[in-house]
């Protein structure tokens, strides 16, 4: 005769941990925020970068830094189309808001 059991009334040979089934689906991270930045072709590679280096906000605010300072130094010998003339007054633009923001809460800007 065949062994039928219905729902709940015998055995169970599955185990149940609740952190893993919620988490798992976001790389078993542990935490109250976690935040899933995309795909990437070297997770390893970006997480040590993370961790060693700084966040993405540190970056990019290095990078801001450094175009600052090239922009104020910047005098091109040709003239710039007006699509290049925007990219850069775009740039210039973003930088200012970022250091008006940075001044907000007593940052240290690139700008003098």
Request: include cysteine; hydrophobic fraction near 45%; charge should be negative.
């Amino acid at each position: 005769m065949a062994n039928f059991k219905l729902p709940l009334s015998g055995d169970v040979a599955q185990t149940i941990n609740p952190w893993t089934a919620v988490f798992s689906p976001y790389g078993g991270q542990f935490g109250l925020i976690n935040i899933n930045l995309g795909r990437s072709s070297a997770p390893r590679v970006e997480e040590d970068v993370l961790a060693d280096v700084g966040s993405y906000g540190k970056q990019l605010g290095r990078i801001g830094d450094a175009m600052a300072v090239l922009l104020k130094h910047f005098h091109p010998q040709c003239e710039l189309t007006a699509e290049e003339r925007a990219a850069l007054d775009a740039l210039t633009a973003m930088l200012n808001e970022i250091d008006a923001i940075k001044r907000r809460h007593d940052r240290q800007v690139a700008a003098p």
